[in-house]
């Protein structure tokens, strides 16, 4: 990965890209952040070369932590480990393979330990844990979010059974910043393997990885010659990760810092309820005020595919929109979207299911019906923003959860069932919209929330019309039939309180005005929003457990014991 001088010529002037060998002027490259023009390499950095380019000029200070490596177990192999040490910091003028510093990035503030892969290949030792500890230390004392590049072959053998316990050393110290609600962010930079890589690498909250930088636990070396795999290509690549919901984004060296910046704002303390124009309440919550609809031409009407999709509304009605990827498990469905946005100013949390516009759009989205990767990003993605204490948005527009072999096989029903019980009990306000489809568990896994709104012709019913005619009426042309007595449309579902509120459509629907129907939305987003941001977390918490627990009876444990007992008497 490192750039070589081409021989004989001059040397100080051009380099060789080890991409595609193709020969670059040094200056040119160097302005150009080290990244080949030709083919897109991201050549390897030195720590403070990577702190050069992240942080606001002026505002690096170098944490002076002293480096602690000893040769505690009198290490020989070729050469003794204290020469090894020497050699290394001669060569580099570091004491450590980190460099820990605090500063900021688009005027955020951030504590930040770079490794450097000069320095005995960034191998973890009790000096790089201590580094990589202190700085969350650092991080957690200051109260900021802290950032760490990874680039590392693995553990440090030279100091055996004390370098193994780094990975858990450093993990605790991560730990402490979850409780502590701070945000932590990996930047992962090629290579990073081994025990960095199941360590704090991949403990962030969001992985951002550079083009081709490979993060794995085991090598390609290791498996090819222990297992005897054929590995493919881009085998263990960001790129390869990031399809399997291993990291949330990949980042072009060009852009890391304006995305970073965006990321730390997300975590940073917004205005609470302070707007300039408050937005009229468009909500309507008396059911007597709505137009009596016919249910099947509702169905109809919820299903057009010119009405606006989450990612429409995401451009429409926040700003600063940041999607994160993946399950963490190894799937990112592309059926649930979500990430950190902006409501009026305000950090917000928005998840939704995505459909599309057009037929690839709707092929590609798997007609807006998650897999059960898609329930557990959302499920990762709702317990970051209990951490950072973000709200919950959430926008449904689903025909239902994937209906296939593949879903139920990684747990589909695990996966639903799961999320309502974690929305339940988040300690943190949560308001989902229905903006189209609410089909059934795969549409309630994403709205267990303290306010429920829906559009005016939206529906969500516990099963398709079509469904329904096939199963009860045992012929599908019943569907008209069906949508009557399923009672889904907004109308009924106010009446019967599983929605508290209606959001008026533009005239001929959200897709004929889709700039007002974003604003209509923007604006009883913010209302709710503000209303359950007065509360407590564990008011929060009970008001939504109470909502939920209202629908049917009201008879307690207490009340319906008494009655027995009254029975049996
Ligand atoms: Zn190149």
């Known amino acids: 990965m490192t750039l070589t001088t081409i021989e004989g010529a001059d040397e100080a002037q051009w380099v060789l890209c080890q991409g595609c060998t193709t020969p670059l002027y040094r200056k040119r490259w160097t302005r150009g952040l080290k990244v080949c023009p030709e083919c897109g390499n991201h050549a390897r950095l030195t720590a403070p070369e990577r702190l050069a380019q992240l942080f606001d000029p002026g505002a690096l200070e170098l944490l002076t932590i002293p480096a602690v490596t000893e040769d505690v177990l009198g290490f020989v192999d070729t050469v003794p480990y204290p020469t090894r040490l020497a050699d290394a910091r001669a060569r580099t003028g570091l004491d450590e393979a980190v460099v820990c510093a605090r500063g900021a990035i688009g005027g955020h503030p951030v504590v930040v330990a770079a490794m450097d892969f000069r320095f005995m290949a960034g191998s973890l030792g009790v000096g790089v844990g201590q580094l990589v500890t202190l700085a969350a230390e650092t991080a957690l004392v200051e109260q900021v979010p802290l950032l760490i590049v990874t680039s590392s072959g693995g553990a440090r053998m030279q100091e055996g059974p004390l370098s193994l316990m780094q990975m858990a050393r450093t993990s605790a110290a991560l730990g402490q910043l979850d409780e502590a609600g701070l945000l932590t962010i990996s930047l992962i930079t090629d290579p990073t393997y081994g025990g960095v890589a199941a360590s704090f690498a991949t403990l962030a909250d969001v992985i951002v990885a550079e083009p081709g930088a490979r993060l794995g636990f085991a090598g390609r070396r290791v498996i090819e010659q222990t297992i005897h795999q054929v590995l493919p290509e881009r085998f263990q690549t960001a790129e390869f990760l990031l399809e399997r919901g291993f990291v949330d984004l990949v980042v072009p060296r060009d852009r890391l810092r304006a995305e970073l910046s965006r990321l730390l704002a997300a975590a940073a303390p917004g205005p609470h309820g302070e707007l300039p124009d408050r937005p009229t309440d468009p909500r309507v919550s008396d059911p007597g005020l709505l137009p009596e609809a016919d249910p099947w031409e509702q169905v109809r009407l919820a299903r057009r595919l010119d009405r606006p999709t989450t990612l429409d509304y995401l451009a429409m009605a926040f700003t600063d929109f940041q999607e994160l990827h993946g399950d963490r498990l190894g799937g990112d469905c592309p059926a649930v979207?979500?990430?950190?946005?902006?409501?009026?100013?305000?950090?917000?949390?928005?998840?939704?299911?995505?459909?599309?516009?057009?037929?690839?759009?709707?092929?590609?989205?798997?007609?807006?019906?998650?897999?059960?990767d898609g329930y557990r990003k959302a499920a990762r993605l709702m317990r970051l923003a209990e951490k950072l204490r973000l709200p919950v948005v959430t926008l449904v527009d689903t025909p239902?959860?994937?209906?296939?072999?593949?879903?139920?096989?990684?747990?589909?029903?695990?996966?639903?069932?799961?999320?309502?019980?974690?929305?339940?009990?988040?300690?943190?306000?949560?308001?989902?919209?229905?903006?189209?489809?609410?089909?059934?568990?795969?549409?309630?896994?994403?709205?267990?929330?303290?306010?429920?709104?829906?559009?005016g012709n939206g529906v969500y019913s516990v099963i398709s019309p079509e469904g329904c005619a096939a199963i009860l009426w045992k012929d599908p042309a019943a569907a008209p039939r069906a949508a009557a007595a399923l009672s889904g449309s907004a109308r009924d579902l106010l009446r019967l309180g599983i929605v508290d509120g209606v959001i008026p459509e533009p005239e001929g629907g959200t897709g004929a005005d889709p700039l007002r129907a974003a604003d209509r939305l923007r604006a009883a987003l913010v209302t709710a929003v503000d209303e359950l941001s007065r509360m407590s977390p564990r008011a929060l918490v009970t008001d939504r457990r109470e909502r939920f627990r209202g629908f049917g009876t009201a008879l307690t444990v207490e009340t319906g014991l008494r009655s027995e007992r009254q029975g049996v008497s």
Do not use: C, W
Not at 346 to 362: N, S, Y
Not at 424 to 435: F, Y
């Open 400 to 455: 239902g959860a994937y209906p296939g072999a593949d879903a139920e096989e990684r747990g589909q029903a695990v996966a639903i069932a799961e999320n309502l019980r974690l929305m339940a009990g988040l300690e943190v306000p949560v308001v989902s919209v229905i903006i189209g489809e609410g089909g059934s568990g795969g549409a309630l896994a994403l709205a267990v929330a303290n306010r429920v709104l829906i559009f």
């Open 337 to 372: 979207v979500g990430g950190t946005a902006r409501l009026v100013g305000r950090p917000v949390m928005v998840i939704g299911h995505q459909k599309g516009h057009t037929a690839a759009e709707l092929n590609q989205r798997s007609f807006g019906m998650p897999g059960p």
